[in-house]
C-alpha cells in the first residue's frame, strides 16, 4: 500500500509539474482566424449549441479559367482542406474570443483568448460539405491566463465566471461582447490598471502595456487538456486512504509486475484493429475502456449493435437500452437467433468463396491492351495497376486523357516550381505592358542631369547678387554676347597676370592703367598715340641689341641731342666719302660741327673718328632720343618709368608696350560689353565694377545653366511619354523619380523593371505550360500547386493514362454479373458475421448485467478525458485498450487503476520533453526509478515492466479440432504450435498466410484468417491478440497480391 501512494504521489506531481500555462495563442499548434474567412462563407453569429457556426462547401481541384477568381478559389480551397483536415484527425478544437494582449509589468506576455466553446468539424457524407458545429459550453480562462499577475484578483470576476456557465458568452452571440465588457469592467477594478475592449475581429500584433481586449475570432486547435489530471490522482490517493481499501491489480501489477497476467501489444495499429479488439472483448462478455484519439470515428466504425453497447461522452443512453433489453430479453430465442446468423454466415462465406473462383477464371481469359507496357490478362493488369498506385496515385486518371503527357518531366517540375513561386504580383505581370528598361535613360545619364542641375542651381543661389538678377532678365542671345567679349577680355587679362581681384593689382602697371581708362573710355586718343610708338619702342630695342657690349660715353653737360647725332651723321658720311681728320683751319665743315663728339665722347675708351664707332654713337644718340619722345607719350597718358640708364628704359618701354598691345587687342570687346551694359542701364567704368560685373555674369550663365538642365530633364521626362493604361506600376515609379529630382528612386525603378519584365517572362512561362497541361488535364494542374514534387512523370502518366483506360473499357457480361453477385454476397456476409457479433455481444452483456448496478460494457474517449467520464472505482473493467501513443508518458499510468489489464495498439512515441519544475524521483519504489521517469513514453513504461509471455508459459495449447485438418503448406516459415503470436514476426505471419492462400484458393479472408489461426494454435489468452494481427496479415497479403 505504502509503494502505491509514493507511486500515485509522483504521478500527480508529475501532472502538475506537465501542465504547463500556454499564454501565447501562437502556441498552438493551429490557430485559423475568423477575419480570414473568404466573404463567400457565412458565419452565423447567433449558432447555439448543436448549431453549425458556418460551413464550407467542396471546393473542386481544378482552379477557375478566370485568373480574377483564382485568389478566392485558393481561399477557399484552403479553409476546406483545413477543416477536412481537422475533421479526419480528431484533435480538440475550440471557437475562441475575446483575445487578450498584455505586458504585465512584472511576469511574461499574455496574448490568448478568454472565451473557448468546443467545435466538432463534421463532413457531411452525401455532399461532402464540412461544417463547423458548436458543442459543449463555454468557458472563461482568465484564471489560468492571469493566476499570479499583480493587479489581477480571480475574486473580482467571479460574477463574470457565474455568467459564462449560467450560458452567457457561447459561441458568437451578442452576448459575447457584453462578457467581455464586463470582464474589463471588474478584472483590474481598484488598481491603476484599465482593460480596453474593441468589437474588433482582426488580431492585434503583440502586447502592449495596457491590457487590450478584442472580439478576434479564431478556430484553435489545442492540445488535450490534462487540467484535471492532478485533481484525478487527488481522488485515487483518497480512495486509498479509506478503511479497507486495496491496491487495484494493475497498479499492484506495476509494482510486482510477475504476480499476474501480462499486457498484450498489437504493434500494427490500422482504422480496423481497435474496433476489432473492442468487438472480440464484448463478444466474451468484457467491460471495455478505449482510450482512443479519435473516438467518434472509432464509434462509427463498429458495427451497429456493438456500438450501442458504447459510449462516447453519456452514458444514460447504453443504460437505458440495456435496461429495456434485459426486461424483453429471452435466451433461448436469442440463441437461436445466434445459430441461425452462424448458419447463414458459413453459407454466405462459401457463397463468396465459389464466386471468387468463378471470377477468377472469368478475369483470366480476358486479354486488354490498355498502353504500352500495359497489356495482359485484366486482371493481371488490374492487381499491377493497384500495386503501382501507391507510387504514382499522385497523378489522378481522366477520362479522355491523351496517351502521352502535353509536357516532358523537366516541364513539369518547372511548372511545379514556377506555381510553388506565383504571387499576386507575379500574376499580374501578364495582364500589364511589356516596357523595356533598355529603351529608357540610364540610370547614371538621369543621375549626371540631376547633380548637375542641383549644383548649378546651389552655386547660382549661393553667389546671387542685384546685378546677377538684372542679368537673368537678359535674353540668352544678349548673355551669350556679353560672355563671349567677358571670355576674350578675361582671356587677355590673364595672359598679363592680372587674373584675380583688381585689389590685387599694381595701380603703377601701364596694363591696369590702359585697361581702366578703357573701361571708363578716358584719353582714347592719347592712348592711341602711345599705341602708335609701339614701333618707335620696338625699334630702340632691336637697336640697343644691335650696339649691345658698347661702352659708350657723350660729352659731358647738357647736349642737345638731335644736334649731336645730326653732326655724327654728317661726319660719318664726310669719313665715309674718303675725307680725313684734319687740325686747324684745314679742318672741314663736318669736323668743326663734330668737334665735341670728337673730344668728350667715346667708344670703349676710343674717340669717335672712324664711320663704325660714328655709328655707335649715332645709333645711342637716336635711343636717347626715343626714350625722350616715348616718356614724353607715356606721361600724357599718366604713366611714369623710373630714371634709369636708356639701357634699362628701352626694357621697360618695350615691355610696356606688349603690355598695351594686349590691352589694345581686346579694346572693341571691352567697348562692346560696356556699351551693352549701358544699354540696359548698368555702367562699368573701373577693374572693381568690372570684376562684380565679371561675377554677376558668371551667377546669369548659372541660371541659363540649371534652366538648361531642367530643360534636359523634362525633355528626358518627355521621352518617356505618356504612360499606358496597364503599365507597370514601377515604370510610374520612375517617372515620379525624374519628376521628384530622385537619383537614388529612378536607379530602383529601373532595377525594378528589369525585374518586371523577367517575372512577366516566368508568368508567361508558367501560364503557357498550365494552359498546355490544364487542356489535358484540369485536375493535375491544379494539384501541381502545393503538392508533392514531381517525380517519375512518364511513368505516373503511363499508370494514370492505362488506368483511366482500364475504367472505361466494358467488362464482359459474365463478368459484370460475377462483380455484381461477388459485392452482394461479400455485403451479406459483413452484414451476418457483424450481426452474429452483436447478437454474441448482446448475449455476453445482458448475461451480466444487474439492474441493482447497472454499467456501461464500454466507454470509448480520449485518454485525457477518462478522469472526467468513468468513476475512481478500481478494476470497474476487465480491460483498458489505449488505441495509439497520444503523446502520454507516465501521467498517464492512471489508466491501470480502473482495469486489471492492458492492450496497447500501435508502436511507442519518442521521448517526451522534460516539464519544467523537478519531480521528487524518491517517491518512486527504487526498482522504478529507472524506468517511470518524467520523459519516458507510456508504452516503453508499460512493455519494458510488463515482459510478454513466453511459449507454453500458459499452460499447454489446446487440442486442434479434428475436422477440419489445417492445412500445412511448403514453405520457409516453421510453424511450431502453442507458440506465443508475439514470437512471431510480421514478414513470418504474412508469409503463413500466403501459404495457406495458395494451398486452399478462394479462402474468404474470415476463412483465411480461422484457418491461419487453427495452425497456429497459439495460447488462448492471446486470442484476441491474433486475431488482430493475423487480420493484419491478411490484408497485407491480399494488398501484395
Known amino acids: 500500500m505504502h509503494e502505491a501512494i509514493g507511486v500515485l504521489r509522483y504521478l500527480r506531481e508529475l501532472a502538475r509539474a506537465r501542465r504547463g500555462v500556454a499564454r501565447d495563442v501562437d502556441a498552438y499548434g493551429q490557430v485559423h482566424w475568423l477575419a480570414e474567412l473568404p466573404g463567400d462563407v457565412y458565419v452565423e453569429p447567433e449558432a447555439g449549441p448543436g448549431d453549425v457556426l458556418f460551413s464550407v462547401p467542396v471546393i473542386p481541384l481544378a482552379p477557375p479559367a478566370v485568373i480574377e477568381e483564382f485568389d478566392g478559389w485558393l481561399a477557399m480551397r484552403h479553409w476546406y482542406r483545413t477543416l477536412r483536415d481537422l475533421a479526419s484527425q480528431g484533435q480538440e478544437v475550440v471557437l475562441a474570443t475575446g483575445l487578450l494582449t498584455w505586458q504585465p509589468g512584472e511576469g511574461p506576455a499574455v496574448r490568448d483568448h478568454l472565451l473557448t466553446t468546443p467545435v466538432r468539424i463534421v463532413v457531411d457524407e452525401r455532399t461532402e460539405r464540412v461544417d463547423v458545429v458548436l458543442a459543449g459550453h463555454t468557458s472563461l480562462r482568465d484564471r489560468e491566463l492571469l493566476g499570479g499577475v499583480s493587479g489581477f484578483r480571480p475574486a473580482r470576476t467571479d460574477w463574470v465566471w457565474d455568467a459564462v456557465q449560467a450560458g452567457q458568452g457561447f459561441g458568437l452571440r451578442a452576448s459575447v461582447s457584453d462578457v467581455l465588457r464586463k470582464w474589463c469592467t471588474v478584472a483590474f477594478a481598484g488598481s491603476d490598471v484599465a482593460a480596453v475592449f474593441r468589437e474588433d475581429w482582426m488580431p492585434g500584433q503583440g502586447a502592449a502595456p495596457i491590457p487590450q481586449l478584442r472580439l478576434a475570432p479564431a478556430i484553435v486547435v489545442r492540445p488535450p487538456d490534462r487540467g484535471g489530471l492532478a485533481d484525478h490522482y487527488e481522488a485515487l490517493l483518497a480512495w486509498l486512504a479509506r478503511p479497507g481499501a486495496r491496491v487495484p491489480g494493475g497498479i499492484a501489477r506495476l509494482l510486482a509486475p510477475g504476480t499476474g497476467a501480462r499486457i498484450l501489444h498489437v504493434p500494427e495499429r490500422t482504422p480496423r484493429t481497435a474496433a476489432d479488439l473492442l468487438t472480440g472483448l464484448l463478444t466474451r462478455g468484457r467491460r471495455v475502456l478505449v482510450a482512443s484519439p479519435e473516438a467518434d470515428r472509432l464509434h462509427a466504425a463498429l458495427p451497429a449493435e456493438i456500438g450501442m453497447l458504447c459510449a462516447t461522452t453519456d452514458e444514460a443512453d447504453v443504460l437505458e437500452r440495456l435496461q429495456s433489453r434485459s426486461v424483453a430479453h429471452d435466451a433461448g430465442r436469442h440463441r437461436a437467433w445466434q445459430e441461425s446468423l452462424a448458419e447463414r454466415g458459413a453459407a454466405a462465406d462459401r457463397t463468396v468463396a465459389e464466386l471468387r473462383e468463378r471470377l477468377a477464371l472469368t478475369e483470366a481469359t480476358d486479354v486488354v491492351d490498355l498502353a504500352p507496357g500495359y497489356r495482359g490478362a485484366r486482371a493481371e493488369l488490374e492487381r499491377r495497376l493497384a500495386a503501382e498506385a501507391p507510387e504514382h496515385s499522385w497523378l489522378p486518371p481522366l477520362r479522355g486523357m491523351p496517351e502521352k503527357p502535353p509536357i516532358n518531366r523537366a516541364q513539369a517540375a518547372e511548372l511545379q516550381r514556377l506555381l510553388g513561386e506565383e504571387t499576386p504580383r507575379r500574376r499580374a505581370r501578364t495582364g500589364q505592358r511589356d516596357v523595356d528598361p533598355g529603351s529608357l535613360p540610364s540610370a547614371a545619364y538621369v543621375r549626371t542631369l540631376i547633380e548637375a542641375e542641383a549644383a548649378a542651381a546651389e552655386r547660382a543661389e549661393r553667389s546671387q547678387t542685384e546685378l546677377s538678377r538684372r542679368l537673368r532678365q537678359c535674353d540668352v542671345t544678349f548673355l551669350a554676347r556679353l560672355d563671349g567679349c567677358a571670355a576674350t577680355v578675361t582671356g587677355a587679362l590673364e595672359r598679363l597676370g592680372l587674373a584675380g581681384h583688381p585689389q590685387d593689382w599694381d595701380p603703377g602697371d601701364p596694363a591696369v592703367r590702359a585697361f581702366s581708362d578703357a573701361l571708363s573710355n578716358r584719353r582714347p586718343t592719347v592712348w592711341a598715340r602711345v599705341a602708335e610708338m609701339a614701333p618707335q619702342a620696338e625699334w630702340a630695342r632691336h637697336a640697343l641689341a644691335s650696339i649691345a657690349g658698347r661702352d659708350i660715353r657723350l660729352p659731358p653737360g647738357e647736349q642737345h641731342l638731335r644736334q649731336l647725332a645730326a653732326a655724327a651723321q654728317e661726319l660719318r658720311n664726310h669719313l665715309a666719302d674718303g675725307g680725313t681728320l684734319k687740325r686747324g683751319p684745314l679742318r672741314s665743315a663736318a669736323q668743326r660741327q663734330a668737334e665735341p663728339l670728337l673730344t668728350g665722347a667715346r667708344v670703349d675708351g676710343r674717340p669717335p673718328t672712324t664711320p663704325e664707332l660714328l655709328d655707335v654713337i649715332f645709333v645711342h644718340l637716336m635711343i636717347r632720343m626715343s626714350c625722350q619722345e616715348l616718356q614724353y607719350v607715356w606721361e600724357a597718358a599718366g604713366a611714369t618709368f623710373p630714371d634709369v640708364p636708356a639701357e634699362e628704359r628701352v626694357t621697360f618701354f618695350a615691355r610696356a608696350h606688349d603690355r598695351l598691345a594686349v590691352i589694345r587687342e581686346v579694346l572693341p570687346a571691352i567697348e562692346e560689353s560696356c556699351g551693352l551694359l549701358a544699354g540696359i542701364g548698368i555702367q562699368v567704368t573701373h577693374p572693381l565694377q568690372w570684376h ?57 525603378a529601373l532595377a525594378a523593371l528589369a525585374e518586371v519584365r523577367h517575372e512577366r517572362a516566368l508568368q508567361v512561362r508558367c501560364e503557357g505550360l498550365y494552359e498546355r497541361l490544364r487542356a489535358a488535364h484540369p485536375e493535375l494542374a491544379g494539384l501541381l500547386a502545393g503538392g508533392p514534387p514531381v517525380r517519375r512523370w512518364d511513368e505516373a502518366w503511363a499508370w494514370a493514362y492505362a488506368s483511366s483506360r482500364l475504367a472505361e473499357l466494358p467488362r464482359s457480361a459474365a463478368e459484370s454479373r460475377l462483380r455484381t453477385a461477388l459485392a452482394e454476397a461479400e455485403a451479406q456476409l459483413e452484414g451476418l458475421t457483424d450481426a452474429l457479433a452483436g447478437a454474441q455481444a448482446w448475449e455476453a452483456c445482458l448475461a451480466r448485467f444487474d439492474p441493482a448496478a447497472p454499467a456501461v460494457p464500454a466507454w470509448i474517449a480520449p485518454l485525457w478525458q477518462i478522469p472526467d467520464l468513468v468513476s475512481v472505482e478500481p478494476d470497474a473493467f476487465d480491460v483498458v485498450i489505449i488505441d495509439g501513443e497520444h503523446e502520454a508518458g507516465a501521467e498517464a499510468l492512471f489508466l491501470l487503476w480502473p482495469a486489471p489489464r492492458v492492450i496497447l495498439v500501435g508502436q511507442s512515441g519518442d521521448p517526451l520533453p522534460a516539464p519544467e519544475d523537478e519531480v521528487p524521483a524518491d517517491l518512486l519504489p527504487e526498482d522504478l526509478r529507472d524506468l517511470v521517469t518524467p520523459t519516458a513514453p507510456l508504452f516503453e513504461i508499460l512493455l519494458t515492466r510488463f515482459v510478454p509471455p513466453a511459449p507454453g508459459a500458459l499452460g499447454p495449447a489446446p487440442a486442434p479440432p479434428p475436422e477440419p485438418e489445417p492445412v500445412v503448406p511448403a514453405g520457409p516459415v516453421a510453424v511450431e504450435r502453442g507458440r506465443s503470436i508475439v514470437a512471431y514476426k510480421r514478414p513470418e505471419l504474412i508469409q503463413i498466410v500466403r501459404q495457406i492462400a495458395e494451398g486452399e484458393p478462394g479462402l474468404s479472408d474470415e476463412r483465411l484468417l480461422e484457418r491461419a489461426r487453427e495452425l497456429l494454435g497459439c495460447p488462448a489468452d492471446e486470442d484476441l491478440l491474433v486475431g488482430a494481427r493475423l487480420r493484419y496479415a491478411v490484408e497485407a497479403y491480399r494488398e501484395s497480391s
Open 692 to 748: 562684380g560685373y565679371l561675377v554677376a555674369l558668371d551667377n546669369a550663365l548659372l541660371g541659363l545653366k540649371v534652366n538648361r538642365a531642367t530643360a534636359d530633364l523634362t525633355a528626358l521626362r518627355d521621352s518617356i511619354g505618356t504612360i499606358p493604361e496597364g503599365a507597370p506600376p514601377e515604370l510610374v515609379a520612375a517617372v515620379k523619380a525624374i519628376d521628384d529630382r530622385d537619383a537614388a528612386a529612378y536607379a530602383s
